[in-house]
Nanobody, 122 residues
């Protein structure tokens, strides 16, 4: 499956963005989807994940109550809604896919999008 992440940009603290992860090539609904983020010099960090049916999800404590993941299997797209953004949310955001259940570790994912930059100014 090929993944294309989009929707990043520059936003002021307290603002919102919605990231999209569009899939092609294989049946999107077969895959669990996660979002990770990375800043230079640091390891890729788990943000949120959702199961292939959307029946279960996981969220990191750092974004709990502010970020929401969803998916539309008919459109082969997953979404990450980012609200109440903080400067520390600044990173490149990547979507990733795997089968067999979502995981928290980035190296458990087989497929990756190219990343989209989110910059939050104070």
């Amino acid at each position: 499956v090929q993944l294309q992440a989009s929707g990043g940009g520059l936003v002021q603290a307290g603002g919102s963005l919605r990231l999209s992860c569009a899939a092609s090539g294989r049946t999107f609904s077969n895959y669990d989807i996660a979002w990770f983020r990375q800043v230079p010099g640091k390891e890729r960090e788990f943000v949120v994940a959702i199961s292939w049916r959307g029946s279960s999800s996981a969220l990191s404590e750092a974004v709990s109550g502010r970020f929401t993941i969803s998916r539309d299997n008919a459109k082969s797209t997953a979404y990450l809604q980012l609200n109440s953004l903080k400067p520390e949310d600044t990173a490149v955001y990547y979507c990733a896919a795997r089968t067999g259940g979502w995981r928290l570790e980035w190296d458990e994912y087989n497929y990756w999008g190219q990343g989209t930059q989110v910059t939050v100014s104070s």
